[in-house]
């Protein structure tokens, strides 16, 4: 355990794989045979089918295990997050991407933070309002523009950025982006976390996802994009005659 | 401009379209001079490679001038960017030149050329992304392809390659894909001194990787196919030959090596084997089915018939994952398995070498000259008359 918690980044935590409460687990237990005892009376498919999920929910109760809800509902990381800021619920997602640059050259561009939307999709506009402060303007879902305050939380050069949103801002988040020198002289890594609290919560967060404007999608390819731009110049496209995916 | 495109299974059309245009700073844009069809589209064509879209343009192996240039060629006009007026072959691999694989040489799994939102697909099935490709799918980026009178060339600093002019298109033409493909898995091969190399497929590759085997040093190369057209073209190589549909390829390779086996094999068919072995004729079924890609009825008996400690070559195209895998022979013989896209780009100027002194002459392939209207029939031909249509060479 300890060993898998150094190396893996957060977000990509799994909770344990026994993860209900004793009520929850009684609950599951006692809906699950209400499920089979009905399913008996009925008979026929939809009674077989009933008894099944009766029977799972059963097991579920029985075993304290359930594993879609491990997958798809909030991890330990994304439970620290939100005790940690204060939010009722919070997403953590984080990507790194190795560059053939060294970590000072690839911090002093993303410092320069109206350098972003060059690269990062959904992000519309950013200007830096003041020594600390920057205002963003975010393109979600259904292509409406929101827009918040950030602050800086730490700036080292060369090594570490962090921002926090103001409080109050439409969509609450924190992002920390760690610049290192890759091992062998390699370039560096850039380590990518952001943290947000979904609008809509669990429900929020899946609609996102489905839309891909979710932060783990978008994480992802701007950090590829930042790779492009720095290493080759520019940022590959198969525009105009290609079609891009539709995001 | 006119352009070949894809419309789906076994449905290609010429059609006009829009030009394309200057996007980034290192593109150029290639008036196509010659183009070809490549075995691995009939993949395509036959729909078995997966994100596919209509209205795709197909076609990676082209050549032509250079007709428009991005702001970095300009900025450099004296030292390495490319000129209006030059005369270019294409690598079909697009490559940057700047990053970790491509410094290694290892251009096909450049990591910059694919477009990012290209990469999901390949990222979730392969774990990382290749390089973008011309022509073939949107999970190799979904770029335009040369099957068309213009075409548009990212990083074409880096790949475009200038020929000589006393040397034809034709000459020059196959430096995009096929002769560094042959040559690249003959390499594969690690072909040392009294060698013998066994290849399956003596299609256009396969006769690259035949002249290349031998060019490599090998003793004796036996060419396996059922077209004797192709067989004869292989003999003419100097190549011994096996017919599939006469023999049992396992007992004769056996045999011709005093039971030894071929010191390298080489797939040179990739995911759609012909044949009716029963391996095979599951495998059909099962694509048929839509629960599998790729036929690899060849990768298993090159696997079977390689001898201890030799090695596998596989420049045949597979797109997924593959059953009944004889990893038991890999392990317990020792072999070693190479393949990859190829990296076409370190091979441009020392196969141009050979050509230009004589020593191969990627002519030989070639059985049709058609204009680019004659994309439709000449793709049905190749996939059901590969006696006679060996190889298409379009001109826009």
């Known amino acids: ?247 | 401009m006119r352009a070949v495109r894809w419309h789906g299974k076994l449905d290609v059309r010429v059609d006009t379209v829009p030009d394309p245009e200057i996007v980034n700073p290192r593109d150029a844009i290639i008036k196509v001079t010659s183009t070809a069809i490549c075995g691995s589209d009939l993949h395509l064509y036959d729909a078995v490679i997966p994100t596919m879209q209509k209205g795709d343009i197909l076609g990676h192996e082209f050549m032509g001038e250079v007709v428009d240039v991005g702001s970095a060629h300009k900025e450099k006009l004296n030292g390495h960017g490319l000129k209006v007026g030059q005369r270019v072959v294409i690598p079909f691999t697009i490559a940057c030149g700047s990053c970790f694989f491509c410094e290694k040489q290892l251009w096909s799994c450049c990591d910059n050329s694919n477009p990012a939102d290209n990469q999901d697909i390949p990222d979730a099935l392969m774990g990382h992304s290749p390089s973008g490709l011309f022509g073939y799918s949107h999970m190799t980026g979904g770029y335009a392809g040369g099957q068309a009178e213009y075409v548009r060339v990212p990083f074409a600093d880096t790949g475009a390659f200038a020929v000589p002019d006393h040397l034809e298109d034709e000459q020059v033409l196959f430096l995009t894909d096929i002769f560094p493909t042959g040559y690249m898995a003959a390499e594969n091969c690690a072909i040392e001194k009294g060698d013998t190399v066994a290849i399956w497929g003596a299609g256009p590759v396969g006769q690259f990787a035949i002249r290349s085997a031998f060019l490599l040093g090998a003793e004796r190369v036996i060419a396996i196919d059922h077209n004797p057209a192709r067989l004869r073209l292989a003999a003419g190589a100097g190549a011994d030959t096996l017919n599939f549909e006469e023999v049992d390829v396992l007992d004769a390779l056996a045999e011709t090596t005093a039971g030894r086996g071929p010191d390298s094999c080489m797939d040179a068919v990739g995911m759609e084997a012909h044949g009716v072995a029963i391996d095979n004729v599951a495998d059909l079924a099962k694509q048929k089915m839509g629960i599998a890609f790729d036929r690899p009825h060849v990768l298993r008996q090159a696997i079977i018939a390689c001898r201890k400690g030799g090695h596998v070559s596989v420049p045949g195209v597979y797109g997924g994952v593959i059953d009944n895998f004889p990893m038991g022979a890999v392990v317990n013989k020792g072999l070693t398995i190479k393949s990859g896209q190829t990296h076409v780009h370190r091979y441009l100027k020392p196969l141009l070498d050979h050509i230009e002194a004589g020593r191969i002459d990627p002519r030989v392939v070639i059985t049709h000259r058609l204009p680019l209207d004659a994309a439709p029939m000449a793709y049905d031909q190749f996939k059901n008359n590969q006696d006679e249509f060996r190889k298409v060479v379009l001109k826009p």
């Open chain 1, 1 to 247: 355990m300890a060993s898998s918690s150094a190396v893996a980044p957060p977000g990509t935590r799994l909770g344990p794989r026994q993860n209900l409460e004793t009520p929850e687990r009684v609950i599951s237990a006692l809906g699950g045979t209400v499920l089979g005892l009905v399913a008996a009376k009925r008979g026929g498919v939809s009674g077989a089918l009933l008894g099944a999920l009766g029977a799972a929910l059963v097991a579920r109760g029985a075993t304290g295990a359930a594993p879609v809800k491990r997958l798809i509902g909030p991890g330990p990381d994304d439970k620290a997050a939100a005790k940690r800021q204060g939010w009722s619920s919070a997403a953590v997602f984080s990507r790194a991407v190795a560059i053939n640059k060294p970590a000072s050259e690839v911090y002093a561009f993303f410092r320069k933070f109206s350098n972003l939307p060059t690269f990062m999709e959904n992000i519309a506009e950013i200007v830096e309002t003041g020594d600390k402060h920057s205002r963003w303007t975010v393109t979600g879902p259904g292509g409406v523009k929101v827009s918040w305050d950030a602050v800086l939380t730490a700036d080292e050069p060369g090594r570490l950025i962090a921002w926090k949103t103001l409080p109050g801002s439409t969509i609450e988040n924190t992002g920390r982006v760690e610049f290192r020198d890759a091992p062998g002289g390699r370039g560096s890594e850039v380590h990518a976390t952001i943290a947000y609290k979904p609008p809509g919560g669990t429900a929020g967060k899946l609609v996102a996802k489905l839309t891909q404007r979710e932060p783990g999608i978008q994480i992802r390819r701007d950090l590829k994009r930042l790779k492009m731009l720095l290493e080759t110049g520019e940022i590959a496209t198969n525009a105009p005659q290609g079609t891009t995916p539709k995001s």
